[in-house]
């Protein structure tokens, strides 16, 4: 069974900034898309950002031009740098990651999501 551990989240200034990281637990699988969504309390999950293995990205609205996504395909990672962070950032961060798995097919998996909080 493979895993998605993030790591990165915690406390933050509003302006300030945070990278998360995620990575695959077994870096022999094939990732395709990668992904960061995120989920505030009473709110439904929303996509923030994505970048398929070609590295085609795509950006909420809502970060845009602070938000940036990175993978390492290498390495089956992604990383979210995220930048000049507001309160409505806060929220949990969630890894998402559609992966090939050998006599299954490809699998969307999830992380156990890491918590950012913008805070003064």
């Known amino acids: 069974q493979v895993n998605l551990v993030e790591s990165g989240g915690g406390l933050v200034q509003p302006g300030g900034s945070l990278r998360l990281s995620c990575v695959a637990s077994?870096?022999?699988?094939?990732?395709?898309?990668m992904g960061w969504y995120r989920q505030a309390p009473g709110k439904q999950r929303e996509l923030v950002a994505s970048i398929t293995r070609s590295g085609t990205m795509d950006f909420a609205d809502s970060v845009k031009g602070r938000f940036t996504i990175s993978r390492d395909n290498a390495e089956n990672t992604v990383y979210l740098q995220m930048n000049s962070l507001k309160p409505e950032d806060t929220a949990v961060y969630y890894c998402?990651?559609?992966?090939?798995?050998?006599?299954?097919?490809?699998?969307?998996?999830w992380g156990q999501g890491t918590q950012v909080t913008v805070s003064s």
């Open positions: 998402n990651a559609h992966i090939l798995i050998p006599n299954r097919g490809v699998e969307d998996i």
């Open positions: 077994d870096r022999t699988f094939r990732v395709y898309h």
